[in-house]
Each structure stands twice: as structure tokens, then as C-alpha cells.
């Protein structure tokens, strides 16, 4: 193992930067963009983004954070950094997504860390917190629900059957790079509507117009099956955050959650809001991770 694992010869936050250039991780064959923030001694935490955003939804909670004294890790997970693309729908089983984040743990030889999901990173958060809770010390969980909850919600409720309808174009392989991508990316950026700042909807953009992020972004979808329903409750400490306004997530698989985490838990909803927390609450969210963490 480097002495240095995330790559800094010295501690660029002691010298006054904030998020570091990406810094490049190699786990197995691939290896993962990872942004950086706070000071090398910090209590580590690794933030984990949806879809269709990057790591880059995390500025605003980081910076909160790592003014905390944290030290904050915020991958591009698989298929969103271009040294860890691979071709394939099977590729990104929910599986595979949550054996990388232990992998970067194992890289950056930190033995457990306090871990946050939004969306997509969420369901990924889950499963390494249910499945890893030894190397998990808290978690935040941000607008999806535990699977099991969540996987309820779709069989169960019709209001969170319509929300999710928009699964059947995403896992139309090509048709749904096709929607979402012509002129100039139209569709995709009507999916974060009026609420997110346009430099951090370019960030994501202009990421997924990379040759294959897309498709491989899409795949989280094409790979999901039913059997993340069979998630056994989480053990380790557990905020679930969910927001009024979220059109993705409904309030029924919301209020489940909590029959799902067999440990202190705090179910924090936010008014007003919608799905994209971190960039539109970024204040109100670090407040909940760093409360969670008990450090506020």
C-alpha cells in the first residue's frame, strides 16, 4: 500500500485549496476519478452521486463538510469515469457498483468511513452498508429508500408505479441515448428542471457526453433485478433524507424505510424540495450527514 494512496505529495487543503484536481484510483482493473476535499487527518467520508449527475452534485455538501474538519472522497462510480467504463450491460450489476466502493475504501486504506448516496448512490450505499457494516460508521441515505422499501413501493403503490414509469424508456438501449441526447442534450437536462445551477447541469452533461458514459450510466438500469429486495436491514447508525417535491420518489416507500435499518434512525423530510438534494439543499443536507456523524 503507497504511503500516499490519494495521491498528494503534501496536503493541498493546508495550503488553502478546497476540491483538488481529481485524483485517479485504481481499483482491480479499473480505475475511478475521485474528488477530494478536507484535510488528509479529517474523519473520511465518501459521497456517492445518481443519476444523471456526477460527483461534481457534491461541491456544495463538501465544501460544508470538509469545513467540518472531514475529509470527503466523491467518486465518478463505474461508467462515469472513463477509466472504469466497461462494455456491457452485466457490468454493472448493483453487486458489482457496491463491491467498487469497498474496493476504493481498500485503496485508500481507510478501514471504515461515514457513507452518503443520493439516488442511484443511495441503492449502492444500501447494499455496502447492509452488506459491510463493519467498514461503514454511519450512513445518510438521500431520496431513495431502502431497496427493500423501495421495491415495495413499485409493486405495491400505484402512485410510485407512475413515478417510476420513466424505467421503461431508460432500459431502451439506444432509443434512450437517443432521446436524451438529441439537441443538445434537451431531455437530459429537462430532467433536473429549474432548480439546479446550469454550471453544475453542464458539469454533468458534458461528463456523459463522453464516448459510452451514457449507455454505461443507462446500464445501472438494464442490470437492476428484483433481488435487491432480498437486501437485509441495515445495522449501522441511518438518516434517510426525502424531499416533498421529489416526482421520483414517492411518500409510501419513503415512510417503509424505517421497517429496513435495525439501528438508530432518523427519517428527515424536506419541504419545498426537490429529487436533486445535494445541489439544491446543499446546506440542509450536510447539516443532516454531519449530525449523523456527531459532529454537530
Known sequence: MADNPDGFDSDPYESGAYETPPVQIAVGDLTFDVAVWGPRSGTPIVLLHGFPETAASWRGVADRLADA??????????????????????????????????????????????????????????????????????????????PAA?????????????????????????????????????????LFGDSVPSDLIQAHVDLLSEPGALTAALNWYRAMSSDMEQLPAVTVPTTYVWSTGDLAMGRAGAERCSEFVDAPYEFLILDDATHWIPEERPRDLADAVLSRAGLR
Open 150 to 190: 423501495f421495491g415495495w413501493a413499485v409493486r405495491e403503490d400505484p402512485d410510485q408505479q407512475q413515478r417510476s414509469s420513466y424505467f421503461n424508456l431508460f432500459r431502451q438501449e439506444g432509443n434512450a441515448e437517443h432521446v436524451l441526447q438529441k439537441d443538445d442534450s434537451t431531455a437530459l437536462r429537462s
Open 69 to 146: 474538519g472531514m475529509r470527503v472522497y466523491a467518486p465518478n462510480q463505474r461508467g462515469y469515469s472513463p477509466g472504469a467504463r466497461p462494455d456491457g450491460v452485466d457490468a454493472y450489476r448493483t453487486e458489482v457498483l457496491a463491491a467498487d466502493i469497498v474496493g476504493l475504501l481498500d485503496a485508500l486504506d481507510i478501514p471504515d468511513a461515514h457513507l452518503v448516496g443520493h439516488d442511484w448512490g443511495a441503492v449502492v450505499a444500501w447494499i455496502v452498508a447492509a452488506k459491510n457494516p463493519n467498514r461503514v460508521t454511519s450512513l445518510t441515505a438521500v431520496s431513495i429508500p431502502h
